[in-house]
C-alpha cells in the first residue's frame, strides 16, 4: 500500500470512528472552566448544564466546543491547525525514526500543530519533541475495549485536524507534500 493510499485509508477511519463517539467519555473529558464562578447564578448554571449533557440534553454547545491542542511552553502560531499523526501498532525504534523524520518535514510548515497518537509509551522521547501526545493505553477489564473507546473520542475530538499515518514521518518530500495534499477520502 502506498504512502497516499495509507493516508486515504487512514482518514476514513478516522472520519467513521468519529461519527460514533461514547458519550461517557465526551463528558468524562468535557471542557470545564478553569476556575468555579465567583457568582453563585453561573456556578448552578453550569451545574444544570453538566447535568442535561450528562442525561444527554443540550449537547449541542458542547459539541462546538474548541479544542487548542498547543503546548504551552511550545510557541505556535495562533492559527496554527493541528496534525493529527496516528501510530498504532509500531514498534520503539520505528516510532522515533519517523518522529525525527516527521519533525525535519515539519520544518518548514509552521502552520501545523503535531499530536501524536500512539500506543508506544517513550514519554521522555516524546517530550523533547515538544508535541501533544495522546497516548492508547491498554486496560484489561470486562466492557468494550478502552482503546477503542479512546479511539473512537480522539477521532471525534480532532475532527477536523489533518490526519496523517507515522509511516509520512520517513517519506519524501514528494511523498511529503502529496500526502498533505490529499484532501478527499
Not at 39 to 68: D, N, T
Not at 166 to 185: D, R
Request: proline share 6%; hydrophobic share 40%.
Amino acid at each position: 500500500m502506498t504512502l497516499a493510499q495509507e493516508t486515504e485509508a487512514l482518514r476514513a477511519r478516522l472520519e467513521e470512528w468519529a461519527d460514533d463517539p461514547e458519550w461517557a467519555l465526551l463528558v468524562r473529558y468535557e471542557l470545564l472552566p478553569q476556575k468555579p464562578s465567583p457568582v453563585w447564578h453561573q456556578r448552578l448554571s453550569h451545574k444544570v448544564g453538566r447535568l442535561l449533557r450528562v442525561l444527554g440534553l443540550g449537547r449541542s454547545r458542547y459539541l462546538k466546543q474548541p479544542w487548542h491542542s498547543g503546548l504551552k511552553h511550545v510557541q505556535s502560531p495562533p492559527q496554527a491547525r493541528p496534525l493529527l499523526i496516528w501510530s498504532e501498532g509500531h514498534d520503539r525504534r520505528f516510532v522515533r525514526d519517523a518522529c525525527e523524520g516527521m519533525k525535519l518535514l515539519l520544518n518548514d510548515h509552521e502552520e501545523f500543530l503535531p499530536v501524536l497518537v500512539t500506543d508506544v509509551a517513550d514519554f521522555a522521547f516524546y517530550s523533547r519533541l515538544g508535541w501533544l501526545v495522546e497516548y492508547l493505553s491498554e486496560l484489561s477489564g470486562s466492557g468494550p475495549s478502552y482503546r477503542d473507546r479512546k479511539r473512537r473520542y480522539l477521532a471525534w475530538r480532532y475532527r477536523d485536524a489533518l490526519a496523517v499515518p507515522l509511516a509520512a514521518g520517513l517519506a519524501s518530500k514528494e511523498e511529503w507534500e502529496q500526502v498533505l495534499g490529499i484532501t478527499s477520502v
